[in-house]
């Protein structure tokens, strides 16, 4: 069985969206593309290499996978930092996508159509699935309790709105911090393994019975 990571750069109130480029994701008037950008420095983008090194196949969704395709079969993988265009040329790519036509002709693109299919592949022999970006399609394995990893480079910066990592519906579930970095321009590098199951617990102590009665009521009451 294969395991999918969720690779995902968020700002600190969790946005996702176009962090490489203000071309690359305007969609519902975001204007704040290319957040990311001047924090990959030798540092942070050196943990980033760290990623792209291990063996792993792309899983994206449909928009993410256009982004791709448009850029990296384009770019020289002999450059000085040609080694994700050289990485990327070699891995299978999945791209996911409902309905609707997806050009897939980047070498080694293979379509699926639904969570269904990639709970098939996922459970097939072969490299990690490794998502980048594809904020709708990380909600749905999210959704589906498919994920079995969450790489996260987190960006010290406040976006105020754009699509976010997590939505409501995720399967709830207790990961465990298997690694992380803190680099000195104020990125968070934290890697997390799947755990158990959500523990809860409640404090030591009692509230004062006739407070706590009239604000479980309120609460009632509010909905």
């Given at each position: 069985?294969?395991?999918?990571?969720?690779?995902?750069?968020?700002?600190?109130?969790?946005?996702?969206?176009?962090?490489?480029?203000?071309?690359?994701?305007?969609?519902?008037?975001?204007?704040?593309?290319?957040?990311?950008?001047?924090?990959?420095?030798?540092e942070s983008g050196g943990e980033m290499m760290k990623v792209f090194d291990a063996s792993f196949d792309l899983l994206l969704g449909r928009k993410t996978y256009e982004i791709f395709a448009g850029f990296w079969p384009f770019q020289d993988p002999n450059a000085?930092?040609?080694?994700?265009?050289?990485?990327?040329?070699?891995?299978?790519?999945?791209?996911?996508?409902?309905?609707?036509?997806?050009?897939?002709?980047?070498?080694?693109?293979?379509?699926?159509?639904?969570?269904?299919?990639?709970?098939?592949?996922?459970?097939?022999?072969g490299p990690t699935l490794l998502t980048q970006g594809s904020t709708e399609l990380v909600h749905a394995l999210l959704a589906a309790d498919l994920v079995d990893e969450i790489s996260m480079f987190i960006v010290p910066v406040v976006l105020g709105g754009g699509k976010k990592l997590f939505a409501d519906g995720s399967a709830p579930h207790?990961?465990?911090?298997?690694?992380?970095?803190?680099?000195?321009?104020?990125?968070?590098?934290a890697h997390y393994e799947r755990g158990g199951d959500v523990k809860?617990?409640?404090?030591?102590?009692?509230?004062?019975?006739?407070?706590?009665?009239?604000?479980?009521?309120?609460?009632?009451r509010e909905g």
């Open positions: 069985m294969r395991k999918i990571i969720v690779g995902a750069q968020v700002s600190i109130d969790g946005v996702m969206q176009g962090p490489g480029g203000p071309t690359e994701d305007p969609t519902k008037g975001f204007k704040l593309g290319g957040w990311s950008m001047p924090y990959f420095d030798e000085e930092d040609g080694f994700i265009t050289k990485r990327f040329s070699e891995i299978a790519k999945y791209v996911v996508s409902k309905s609707g036509d997806v050009k897939t002709d980047w070498t080694g693109t293979q379509l699926l159509r639904s969570i269904d299919d990639v709970k098939r592949i996922k459970q097939q022999d207790a990961f465990n911090l298997a690694w992380s970095r803190v680099c000195k321009n104020g990125v968070i590098v809860t617990a409640t404090p030591p102590g009692l509230p004062d019975k006739e407070h706590e009665a009239a604000r479980q009521a309120r609460m009632k």
